[in-house]
């Protein structure tokens, strides 16, 4: 058995090595200097030698080949590390998907536009003195004056993400508390209750604060990593990141409802949700195939198994 999973181990991971070296050698690929693809992948595997989906099954042995290889190639090639929390790993069924964390989208962000100096998220409280202006859809905090005593997670009146840029130029996003609220009630985490409340207990009550500069600094880096044009491969597997979820998110649906109910579920319909803040982030992109490493078939998903115990959605950073 030991032996089997070795051999599992160095094929996928040989698998993924060669296609990385095929796109470097052609030139349309190119990685940072602080960045090992190598490195990423024994962290990868060793993450995913601890990830369970919903019925804590391993990832490796319920998840095909393809769709971890290809999970592990979307990481590579988007720069992300499992060790820095930039990505985290979520089987739907027999099918491994890689989601970016928002720090993974900030990194990705400045991948995809490299006058970006970063993305900085702060939250506004009741009795802050908050003002920006907004000239040609581009939004500027031009004052956010804060005393000590308004730092509190039940003042919470809105977030902001400003994007900085190396000419000096800031860019922000806005959510107020309901925007950012309306986008968790579509959460599988269910943080909000009927009455529009944040549930006691749940991980967006405890760290509200933190969740709302999430869910907002994604919303930042999704525009950035969207309006920009398909010419590089790291965009382009950026891009295909959401839909690769959507599909497998879609799928397991699909098998979860099949012996219970009549359910209409098209791909492009379905939301892409976020790993970290759990709420759904509308997503228009096109679709993508789950083969683009082993262009072998894979299997129909499992109906009973969805998401994953250690994709740390209960984890505030």
């Not at 090595?17 to 796109?23: D, L, P, Q, T, Y």
């Not at 943080?191 to 869910?215: L, R, W, Y």
């Amino acid at each position: 058995m030991t032996n089997d999973k070795s051999i599992a181990k160095q094929e996928t991971v040989d698998i993924v090595s060669e296609k990385i070296k095929a796109f470097q050698n052609s030139g349309e690929l190119h990685f940072p200097a602080d960045y090992s693809p190598q490195n990423a992948l024994k962290s990868a595997w060793l993450v995913l030698q601890s990830t369970v989906d919903r019925s804590s099954k391993p990832v490796l042995q319920v998840c095909t080949r393809d769709s971890i290889a290809n999970a592990l190639l979307s990481m590579v090639i988007q720069g992300l590390n499992p060790d820095k929390k930039q990505c985290y790993f979520i089987a739907y069924g027999s099918a491994l998907t890689m989601q970016r964390s928002y720090f993974g989208s900030i990194a990705v962000a400045k991948r995809v536009d490299p006058d970006i100096v970063d993305v900085y998220p702060d939250v506004v409280y009741e009795g802050d003195n908050f003002k920006y202006s907004k000239k040609h859809g581009v939004t500027t905090i031009t004052t956010h004056e804060q005393e000590l005593k308004n730092v509190n997670k039940k003042n919470i009146v809105a977030a902001y993400a400003t994007v900085l840029y190396k000419d000096g130029r800031e860019v922000s996003t806005i959510m107020t508390l309901e925007d950012i609220k309306q986008a968790w009630r579509q959460s599988q985490m269910h943080p909000i209750d009927e009455n529009g409340t944040i549930k006691v207990g749940s991980t967006h009550e405890k760290f509200t604060a933190e969740m709302c500069q999430k869910t907002v600094v994604n919303r930042a880096c999704k525009a950035i990593i969207n309006s920009s044009d398909d010419s590089s491969l790291v965009i382009r597997y950026a891009k295909k990141t959401s839909d690769t979820a959507v599909e497998a998110e879609a799928a397991q649906e699909i098998a979860d409802n099949a012996n219970t109910e009549v359910i209409d579920v098209e791909c492009e319909n379905v939301p892409e949700t976020d790993p970290g803040t759990g709420e759904v982030i509308d997503t228009d992109e096109g679709q993508t195939t789950m083969q683009e490493v082993a262009p072998a078939p894979s299997p129909a998903p499992e109906a009973h198994t969805k998401g994953n115990k250690s994709a740390k959605q209960d984890d505030p950073y």
